[in-house]
């Protein structure tokens, strides 16, 4: 069993900045690729990006190239996604996501998810 806490949203301006942070607790933090996921008011979930084991491998959701920026810390079983230049639309609950495929977290359905963070972004 994984559990997924998420931290770090808020409101911000657009053109600010937020970092969320994805603290991870059960099983081996460093063996599970993981993925940050939102959901807009409205829409269905959509991955935002999802990160290999070490971190070497990225995989970005087109809307969010060069602002978002996805690290993780084995060491410290959390993952981050510092956001940039945030724009309304990035407005949404973000999610973060764990599996033991980095297929699924791309794919299919991640079998590990915390509770949500809502992130808002005004003009």
């Known amino acids: 069993q994984v559990r997924l806490i998420e931290s770090g949203g808020g409101l911000v301006q657009a053109g600010g900045s937020l970092r969320l942070s994805c603290a991870a607790s059960?099983?081996?933090?460093?063996?599970?690729?993981m993925a940050w996921f939102r959901q807009a008011p409205g829409l269905e979930r959509a991955s935002v990006v999802a990160?290999?084991?070490?971190?070497?491998?990225?995989h970005y959701a087109d809307s969010v190239k060069g602002r978002f920026t996805i690290s993780r810390d084995n060491a410290k079983n959390t993952v981050y996604l510092q956001m940039n230049n945030l724009r309304r639309e990035d407005t949404a609950v973000y999610y973060c996501?764990?599996?033991?495929?980095?297929?699924?977290?791309?794919?299919?359905?991640?079998?590990?998810w915390g509770q949500g963070t809502q992130v808002t972004v005004s003009s």
């Open positions: 996501a764990a599996d033991a495929l980095l297929w699924n977290l791309r794919h299919g359905d991640p079998e590990y």
């Open positions: 059960g099983r081996t933090f460093s063996s599970y690729p």
């Open positions: 990160i290999h084991l070490s971190g070497g491998s990225t």
